[in-house]
């Protein structure tokens, strides 16, 4: 009986020395996912703005315009 309850305790030490490193991995790794997802976003959006920009002050030739 004395075994299993000093192997308990012994697991339960383990998991409060390795808990804290596993969910800051965790959570590093969810917020990097993060960053980069709106890093991509930011860039996604200004590529769209220059697009739209371009668009806007040039606008392409209709048919009258070509005759």
């Known amino acids: 009986m004395r075994g299993r309850r000093a192997q308990r305790s012994q697991a339960m ?3 409060a020395l390795v808990a804290p490193v596993l969910l800051l991995l965790t959570f590093g ?3 990097f996912g993060r960053a980069l997802y709106f890093y991509s976003a930011g ?3 200004a590529r769209e703005a220059a ?5 806007a002050s ?3 030739p209709t048919n009258s315009d070509v005759r």
Do not use: C, G, Q, Y
């Open 43 to 45: 860039a996604a959006a």
């Open 51 to 55: 697009r739209v920009a371009i668009h």
């Open 29 to 31: 790794i969810i917020d």
């Open 13 to 15: 030490t383990e998991f």
């Open 58 to 60: 040039n606008p392409l």
